[in-house]
């Protein structure tokens, strides 16, 4: 099974990314994909998680600015950042959960927030 994530770069304050991660290989039925980052000197911590089943969660740090989405047939989660702050800036892996609780991670993809 393979992640592979894009779309990560350098972006002001307050603009806009879109990251992709596309699922390829063998693995049983998706049950949730979904993304985490990890800061410079600092824990891995979630960010939004989409379920199969079309519920959404996301980090208090990024609701209202950060949306997930899915297209099931591509196996490909999307995660749409608006109005970036510098605190955002990190290390951005997906992750997928199959039907059998296992997890499988993707290579991170950086995003920094600078002027």
């Known amino acids: 099974v393979q992640l592979q994530a894009s779309g990560g770069g350098l972006v002001q304050p307050g603009g806009s990314l879109r990251l992709s991660c596309a699922a390829s290989?063998?693995?049983?039925?998706?049950?949730?994909m979904g993304w985490y980052r990890q800061a410079p000197g600092k824990q891995r911590e979630s960010v939004a998680h989409?379920?199969?089943?079309?519920?959404?969660n996301y980090a208090d740090s990024v609701k209202g600015r950060f949306t997930i989405s899915r297209d099931n047939a591509k196996n490909t989660v999307y995660l749409q950042m608006n109005s970036l702050k510098a605190e955002d800036t990190a290390v951005y892996h997906c992750?997928?959960?199959?039907?059998?609780?296992?997890?499988?991670w993707g290579q991170g993809t950086l995003v920094t927030v600078s002027s």
């Open positions: 989409k379920l199969s089943g079309g519920d959404a």
């Open positions: 992750n997928l959960t199959d039907a059998w609780s296992r997890v499988y």
């Open positions: 290989g063998n693995f049983f039925s998706i049950t949730a």
